[in-house]
């Protein structure tokens, strides 16, 4: 609860985070949403060249796209806090195994007030991308990802907000409970956020939720 303290203490006149410049920060940003387009651009086109290799006639045009939400819970590194929300999800996968994932996460942890202060809120949002790799095993598709893109996030009480570019991995396993419906028994990601003003951070959860097949 000490950065939260701190951030209170900005209430009675005193500063409590160290800004950084607009420039520097629009800079940052400008370089690390460049660097997360051609990352993101590259993994897209390294997984549509694994799909158009030369396969068996059985597997030759296999396309299957699902979506789905979860509810996630979260360990967010800065004041080592648990914070809860949801995502949104978008799966292109191959019969040859190799696909993309799209998501979308919202996070939210609401802090009470204190010494009279008023509430606020700490959010965590990112929007990622990048390969995944799964398998079919019976009802069961275990799978693994690496995702990138940015985040956005926002300090307590409003005083500051901030867009990063954020770099992932996890994986997780999903159920087959109908043909076109199943469960996302558990996403497990780790997050990382280099550019972050207090130095480099880290975040790592779990979400479930349900995934609906389109096609």
């Known amino acids: 609860m000490k950065n939260y303290h701190s951030i209170v203490d900005a209430f009675n006149g005193r500063p ?9 920060l629009r800079s940052r940003f400008r370089r690390g ?11 897209l086109l390294a997984s549509l060249s694994a799909s158009a290799q030369a396969a068996p006639a059985a597997d ?17 590194g800065y004041g080592q806090v648990k914070i809860f ?4 999800f978008v799966d ?13 996460r919202l996070l939210n942890f609401h802090l009470k007030s204190y010494a009279g202060g008023p509430g606020g809120s700490e959010r965590a ?5 990048g390969p995944r790799y799964s398998r079919y095993y019976g009802r069961f598709q275990p ?5 990138v893109g940015f985040g956005q996030f ?15 991995g996890g994986g997780g396993l999903d159920y087959r409970l109908t043909n076109r419906i199943r469960w996302r028994a558990a996403d497990v990601e780790y997050q990382f956020w280099p550019q972050f003003t207090f130095g480099r951070m880290s975040s790592y959860g779990v979400s479930s939720g349900i995934r609906f097949k389109i096609f």
């Open 16 to 24: 409590a985070l160290p800004r950084c410049p607009g420039r520097d």
């Open 33 to 43: 949403a460049l660097l997360a387009f051609f990352l993101g651009a590259l993994c």
């Open 60 to 76: 030759k045009g296999g396309l299957r796209l699902s979506a789905g939400v979860t509810f996630s819970a979260y360990e967010l």
């Open 85 to 88: 929300g949801e995502s949104a």
């Open 92 to 104: 292109a996968d191959t019969l040859r195994h190799f696909g993309v994932e799209g998501e979308g």
């Open 125 to 129: 949002n990112t929007y990622l991308i």
């Open 143 to 147: 799978y693994a990802k690496a995702l």
């Open 154 to 168: 926002t300090y307590p009480y409003g005083l500051a907000r901030e867009t990063d570019l954020v770099v992932a």
